[in-house]
């Protein structure tokens, strides 16, 4: 059956460190995965997308890696604050887009 | 100017009752979405519209009846609520091709 795996349920990382974020998954051949945010008591915000055929994605301080054979994304914040602290989630889709099925997430805690 | 917006935002009620909750996007998007957050807060994937067209129906139990009046409303209706339905449903919508998902807010339904 299919998997996605967010490799810890919890992160704590100290402030200005890279916070780095890994997502497995198996039985599956995804066209894109995206990473969300999510905060307590609301919806998940996109943050970025990235494609089977991208190795390595940015924005701002945000970046995304894509590994198909390792079937493996790494998510990394650089020059964390503790604003960053949040749940992380990753997701998998398919061509069509509308079949997103997403990990359990990762908390992340950022200390000042 | 809210983006996805879904009332009620918290509903609480009694086993064996029916309710709804609806759900409308002011985005233009084709897609929208009904997913399901438990209290380990993995977040699964319920039923997809594309265009009023019921297109993902996954293994929800036919007590759960969604209905998209137009592309910009996608409605839950859930009869005979129980216990285990309690939870926060998320609604969703998206563009067509690759691109992120805008999530409503939530409603936390609770059955008592």
């Known amino acids: 059956s299919q998997k996605i795996e967010q490799n810890s349920e919890a992160l704590n990382i100290q402030e200005g460190k890279t916070a780095t974020l890994t997502c497995n998954y198996t039985n599956y051949s995804p066209a894109y995965l995206q990473w969300y945010r999510q905060d307590p008591g609301r919806g998940p915000v996109f943050l970025l997308l990235?494609?089977?055929?991208?190795k390595e994605k940015r924005k701002e301080r945000l970046k995304v890696t894509f590994d198909t054979t390792l079937k493996q994304s790494l998510f990394h914040i650089t020059a964390s604050q503790p604003a960053d602290s949040a749940t992380y989630l990753c997701a998998l889709g398919g061509y069509n887009n509308n079949d997103m099925r997403f990990g359990a997430g990762t908390r992340l805690t950022v200390k000042p | 100017d809210t983006a996805v917006s879904q009332t009620p935002k918290y509903l609480v009620t009694q086993m064996g009752n029916d309710k709804s909750i609806k759900c409308e996007q002011n985005?233009?998007?084709?897609?929208m979405y009904w997913y399901k957050q438990d209290s380990k807060k993995f977040l699964k994937i319920m039923f997809s519209?594309?265009?009023?067209?019921?297109?993902i129906n996954e293994t929800v139990p036919n007590r759960f009846s969604p209905k998209s009046p137009d592309k910009a409303h996608l409605n839950l209706h859930i009869n005979s609520l129980e216990l285990g339905d309690s939870a926060v449903y998320f609604c969703?919508?998206?563009?067509?091709?690759?691109?992120?998902?805008?999530f409503g807010s939530g409603t936390r339904l609770t059955v008592v």
């Open positions: 969703a919508s998206s563009p067509s091709g690759n691109y992120g998902y805008t």
């Open positions: 985005l233009g998007h084709d897609t």
């Open positions: 519209y594309n265009n009023k067209e019921l297109i």
């Open positions: 990235i494609r089977e055929n991208e």
